[in-house]
């Protein structure tokens, strides 16, 4: 399956007050074995803000489930992933401005 073909990934991280699952439909690109997400409201966003509390997430592309990690990628400590990242975005959505978020699966 070509997931760069698929528009969206379902997320889901454990609520940082409630400790209940909260799923998200959000836009992605797969690079380097790793799933990547754009959050437009950067550090303000609640599954950011999830991920930075319990970075353990689940997420599914398709039909293809995972147990993951999540991390939110430093433009500045790692420029040559960001670009490679807002490319990505750019050529699949035509956007790309806001906080990077990196899904490794385990």
Known sequence: MNTQQLPYLYLTTTGRRSGRPH??????????????????????????????????VRFRV?????????RAVDR?????????????MDDKYGWSDGLIVELKPD
């Open 23 to 56: 799923e998200i439909e959000i836009w992605f690109v797969s690079y380097n074995n790793c799933y990547y997400l754009v959050s437009e409201r950067r550090e303000r966003s609640d599954w950011v803000q999830n991920i930075q509390h319990q970075p353990s």
């Open 62 to 70: 398709g039909e293809q489930h995972f147990n993951g990690v999540g």
């Open 76 to 88: 500045t400590q790692e420029p040559e992933l960001a670009a490679a990242v807002s490319q990505l």
